[in-house]
């Protein structure tokens, strides 16, 4: 069976430059929000996504397996070819969807029966947000601010600079 890995044990145990998140949500998706440094590999399209959502919603839920499973599976072989060049950059493929549900589960599932090396994002973008709204007060609390006021002219941006560089200790 895959691996389900919350984004707590990639932060704390893995190098970041080993691993690649796979978004496979609709392009429009992607787009709105995603995990920094994400690629997109969508499963279902925009418009594919929409008119499935709609039966999902208003029709019924095994009518849109069926559709999914359907349009999915013209683009599996793309899929599959695509994870397998990629594992030849990255040790750690994380794939994703919105909450970690049906998306990234089935294609995570598929992939890892074929070989590849892939785990699926615990919660999906959805997980990664609640993380980051966890961390970000911590982060804060560490942080020591510093105002940086004055008119026009007075060298402030020079004070930027050289605190960049580093050459000014407080």
């Known amino acids: ?46 418009e594919e996504r929409e008119e499935i959502g709609t039966i999902y919603v208003h029709e019924s839920v095994e009518k849109a397996k069926r559709m999914g499973l359907e349009v999915a599976s013209k683009k599996l072989l793309y899929i599959y070819d695509k994870i397998k060049e990629l594992e030849k950059s990255y040790k750690h493929i994380v794939l994703f969807c919105a909450r970690g549900g049906l998306r990234s589960s089935v294609i995570t599932m598929m992939l890892f029966s074929l070989g590849a090396k892939v785990y699926k994002l615990k919660g999906g973008y959805k997980g990664y947000r609640a993380f980051v709204n966890k961390k970000l007060p911590l982060v804060n609390e560490e942080a020591n601010y510093v105002v940086l006021q004055g008119n026009t002219g007075v060298g402030k941006t020079k004070i930027l600079k050289e605190l960049k560089k580093g050459d000014i200790i407080f």
């Open 1 to 46: 069976m895959f691996k389900d890995i919350d984004y707590e044990e990639l932060e704390n145990g893995f190098n970041k430059e080993e691993v690649l998140f796979v978004d496979v949500r609709s392009p429009k998706e992607f787009e709105e929000y995603t995990i920094p440094g994400a690629i997109n590999m969508p499963i279902l399209n925009d």
